[in-house]
């Protein structure tokens, strides 16, 4: 068994030194991003490594070019996804006046942030509060309090996570 996988481990390597420059030709020519298409050259040998198993000298080419194709279409989708999203935040963001009911709204969601978050420990709340309401990095944050930066983003996702739940509850 151990005789197998290094034949697949040596026929997998050989291959990315004869295939890379197409696969990478293929990819950057489809995406055209190559920095992008580098990294999913990258992902395609590392998933043919995970298939070590089912592929030959007879099939590889075959497996890589189908690997390449199946991740350059994820990636296309997901950037078309992107794309959709920003391109509806900037209409909602143009196109959106204040009414009164979303004042109304608004104002509601923020009481019961400020209900949530003062019942958050005192240094969690301390912290939340300079990162929500005074605009502070979690870097200025762990200056000012005396604490690792690590420590401040812990205690953001924690408080984070509790307010979102907490309002959820709520609406």
Excluded: W
């Amino acid at each position: 068994m151990e005789g197998n996988m290094d034949s697949s481990f040596s026929l997998i390597s050989e291959a990315f030194e004869k295939y890379r420059s197409q696969v990478l030709n293929y990819v950057n020519y489809k995406i055209e991003n190559y920095d992008d298409s580098e990294d999913l050259v990258q992902d395609t040998f590392v998933r043919l490594l995970e298939c070590s198993k089912l592929i030959c000298e007879d099939t590889i080419k075959s497996f890589i070019f189908t690997i390449a194709h199946n991740l350059v279409t994820d990636y296309l989708r997901r950037r078309c996804k992107k794309q959709e999203i920003a391109s509806y935040m900037m209409e909602n963001a143009v196109s959106s006046t204040r009414s009164p009911e979303s004042d109304i709204i608004a104002n509601d969601i923020k009481e019961h942030e400020v209900r949530r978050m003062s019942l958050l420990p005192s240094q969690r709340k301390k912290i939340y509060y300079m990162n929500r309401f005074m605009d502070m990095s979690a870097d200025d944050i762990s200056k000012e309090l005396c604490l690792s930066r690590r420590t401040v983003e812990n205690h953001l996702f924690i408080s984070r996570k509790e307010v979102r739940e907490y309002i959820k509850q709520c609406i």
